[in-house]
Each structure stands twice: as structure tokens, then as C-alpha cells.
């Protein structure tokens, strides 16, 4: 014999305060290409001061994690000829957010830039890294 179990009801004011939290904590993640270079002994690494910048404010998102590519002061061997794929998690961007750049903020020339990176629904990016100079 199984027992019937109600609902349970939830006051509307608690609904909406969650639902506040659950965007402020949306992660943005972003594959990153470094083209293939004809040079051997290439290598690349990520610093901590890497950020989405909001083009339409003053907001940036920070780094949360990296995946395939060393944070510094390591360094990723990049393969001969081959493109190097690697993943950026960073914290959410802003809900009116139309575009955003990501760039590493480095006290030394080279760090990635990517500039104008329209937003999509998914916060899930496909970019080609480029360094800054």
C-alpha cells in the first residue's frame, strides 16, 4: 500500500529569491583556440587576471577555472602544427550583457585578447585566441 505525499507549497516570495541566485551564479564558458604555429617549442599558459570585460558597463567576470592549459607560472607544451584547444570557466556576466571581451591581464606583452564577443542564450563561446600587444 503506498501513501499518497502532497505537494509541498512554496511561498512565492522564496521562489523569486532563489530564482535571483540561481543567475547571479550562471558560469560562462568559453573554448579557446590557439592556432597552429610552424614553430616548434611553442608554449602557453593562462594567468589569473584573465576576465570577461562587459562591453556595456563596468563588470568583469572573473576566472574560475581552466581546463587543458596550465595557470602561470607553468607552461602548456602547444603540439607541432596542430591547433590547441583549452576551456575558460569564469563567473556570470550581467543579464542586459550584449557583448564582452576576454583578455588577460598581464604585466608583460602576450596576454589573449578577444575582442566584441557577442553574447548568446547558451553563455557557451567558441573563440580563436590572439595575443595583444
Known sequence: MSETITKPVIVKELLESLQTEIQ??????VHCCFPASPFLGNLIRIWHSTYLFDNQSNHKSRLIHAENITIYPNWTPVPFMRD??????????????KSFDLKEVI????????????RNASDIYRVKISESY
Open 84 to 97: 590547441f584547444w583549452f576551456t575558460l570557466i569564469f563567473s556570470g556576466l550581467p543579464k542586459d550583457c
Open 24 to 29: 547571479e551564479e550562471q558560469q560562462v564558458i
Open 107 to 118: 604585466p608583460e606583452e602576450g596576454g589573449f585578447f578577444v575582442e566584441s564577443i557577442k
